[in-house]
């Protein structure tokens, strides 16, 4: 089966949930989010990282993007949509989806880049300090 690479930046908290699930699904939405937002190329899930998860105390200030395999036939249910500059364009999956797009990535959900905000200090999670030992980190000082 057919599949396309999408990718998703992510803060600590919604890593340390991906990590739960063995690198293999998205955590549900929140109450307030009811919509999941995976991005169709990897310069755009980077440029929000940077920008804005290492901003964010909620994520501990860092910034991971994520890539992953989903099946052709379901990301097609997903119009693409633009948001923006012309390399901005994400898929709006209805959080009462969730379940279903994340039984159809194929493979695990992987770590491509991490990247550290000024005010992060330190982790508590074991599971997120080999994340970071592990991959190419970009160091944010604005």
Same mark, same amino acid.
């Given at each position: ?20 699930? $063995? ?6 939405? @929140? !109450?307030?989010?009811?919509?999941? #937002? =995976?991005?169709? &190329? ?20 860092? $910034? ?6 989903? @099946? !052709?036939?379901?990301?097609?249910? #997903? =119009?693409?949509? &633009? ?60």
């Amino acid at each position: 089966m057919k599949t396309q690479t999408l990718y998703r930046p992510v803060g600590e908290k919604e890593m340390l949930l991906i990590i739960e699930s $063995g690198y293999r699904a998205f955590p549900p939405r @929140l !109450e307030w989010q009811p919509i999941f #937002y =995976p991005v169709l &190329n990897e310069d755009y899930a980077s440029e929000i990282a940077e920008k804005w998860n290492t901003r964010d105390e909620a994520g501990n200030y860092l $910034g991971f993007v994520t890539k992953f395999e989903v @099946l !052709e036939e379901t990301v097609n249910r #997903y =119009p693409a949509q &633009n948001v923006g500059a012309k390399n901005h364009n994400e898929l709006w999956v209805p959080a009462e989806e969730l379940e279903a797009f994340n039984q159809a990535i194929s493979g695990t959900i992987e770590v491509t880049q991490v990247f550290i905000g000024k005010d992060f200090k330190q982790t508590a999670h074991a599971a997120i300090e080999n994340v970071l030992f592990n991959i190419k980190k970009t160091h944010h000082d604005q």
